[in-house]
């Protein structure tokens, strides 16, 4: 079993910058990719970033240029950091990671229980 834990979340101004962590934990083997979602009510949970195990990256249009992904493969942690802090940024921000676990030979996708980031004035 496989747990993700998200921290960094809060409220912030228009302009300002947050750093969201997620520690990946359990019965892992080796982790590919790591993403953060976000989502917020009434809308589809939607990708803002991605990294690969070898450091490649993507992000969605609305944030590239502000937010920045990076992950510490040692430590099973994946982190964005966010500038620049929009409005519309606001959302349940969901770390996400493709996990191998130990005797088994598919990975498998695992969700943290999300955290609140609020952009307002």
């Known amino acids: 079993q496989v747990q993700l834990v998200e921290s960094g979340g809060g409220l912030v101004q228009p302009g300002g910058s947050l750093r969201l962590s997620c520690a990946a934990s359990?019965?892992?083997?080796?982790?590919?990719?790591m993403s953060w979602y976000r989502q917020v009510p009434g809308k589809q949970r939607e990708l803002v970033s991605a990294?690969?195990?070898?450091?490649?990256?993507n992000y969605a249009d609305s944030v590239k240029g502000r937010f920045t992904i990076s992950r510490d493969n040692a430590k099973n942690t994946v982190y964005l950091q966010m500038n620049s802090l929009k409005p519309e940024d606001t959302a349940v921000y969901y770390c996400?990671?493709?996990?191998?676990?130990?005797?088994?030979?598919?990975?498998?996708?695992?969700w943290g229980q999300g955290t609140q980031v609020t952009v307002s004035s």
């Open positions: 996400n990671a493709h996990v191998k676990s130990y005797g088994y030979s598919k990975g498998a996708d695992y």
């Open positions: 990294i690969t195990s070898g450091g490649n990256t």
């Open positions: 359990g019965s892992i083997f080796s982790i590919n990719a």
